[in-house]
Each structure stands twice: as structure tokens, then as C-alpha cells.
């Protein structure tokens, strides 16, 4: 029932940046963490930056200093800024929602698609 949406992947040469959106449509009450993960080719997926309901965000050391996350709590958006991008930093993002329902404060996932980012020169 919920639908999660993110944009602005792309190839992008080290040094460079982008920005990451993502927007969270449907039966969404309240929101308990929302935030960004990202996978490479033969890796596990790993967490890059998130928002718990606290309002400081939480980074994976690798991106300290050069991402930063931000959010709409009124639209369900979160959005990741990266700047000095690296070649390591080459993977689809997926952007995650946790939340819960008007009927439960049971928690619930809901992923994105992925939007594909390439740092390459």
C-alpha cells in the first residue's frame, strides 16, 4: 500500500556530486526512521545514512563529511546530498521508510526501486 520512489542517479566523475530524492506516498501515520542504504555488485547491502526519530541523522563512516541527508517531514521525503564522490561510492541507493499505519504502531519496511549512481572519469 505504500509506495517508495527515489530520483537523481547518474554518472557523475570522482569529485563530483549529486542528489538523491525519494518520496514515500500512501498509508503512512507516522514515520519511525527513514534514510538511504546502497549496494555494490558483490556486496551486501549497507547503511549510508538514516534518520531515526531523533533529529540527528546517523552516517556510515565512508561518507562522513561528504553526504548529508535531509527530510520533509511533512511530505515523507528524504533526500541524500553527496558531494566528493569517489569511485567506491558506485552502487544503486535504495531509499527506506519506516513507519506505521493510523490502525498500529507496529513497524513497516518499505523500499525503493534503487536509483543507480556511477562515480567514474
Known amino acids: 500500500q505504500v509506495q517508495v520512489v527515489e530520483s537523481g542517479g547518474g554518472l557523475v566523475q570522482p569529485g563530483g556530486s549529486l542528489r538523491l530524492s525519494c518520496v514515500a506516498s500512501?498509508?503512512?501515520?507516522?514515520?519511525?526512521?527513514r534514510g538511504w542504504y546502497r549496494q555494490a555488485p558483490g556486496k551486501e547491502r549497507e547503511l549510508v545514512a538514516l534518520?531515526?526519530?531523533?533529529?540527528?541523522?546517523k552516517y556510515a563512516d565512508s561518507v562522513k563529511g561528504r553526504f548529508t541527508i535531509s527530510k520533509d517531514n511533512d511530505i515523507n521525503t528524504v533526500f541524500l546530498q553527496m558531494t566528493s564522490l569517489k569511485p567506491d561510492d558506485t552502487a544503486v541507493y535504495y531509499c527506506?521508510?519506516?513507519?506505521?499505519?493510523?490502525?498500529?504502531?507496529?513497524?513497516?519496511?518499505?523500499w525503493g526501486q534503487g536509483t543507480l549512481v556511477t562515480v567514474s572519469s
Open positions: 500512501g498509508d503512512i501515520f507516522k514515520v519511525y526512521a
Open positions: 527506506n521508510f519506516q513507519y506505521s499505519t493510523r490502525w498500529s504502531t507496529d513497524a513497516l519496511d518499505a
Open positions: 534518520f531515526y526519530s531523533a533529529p540527528a541523522p
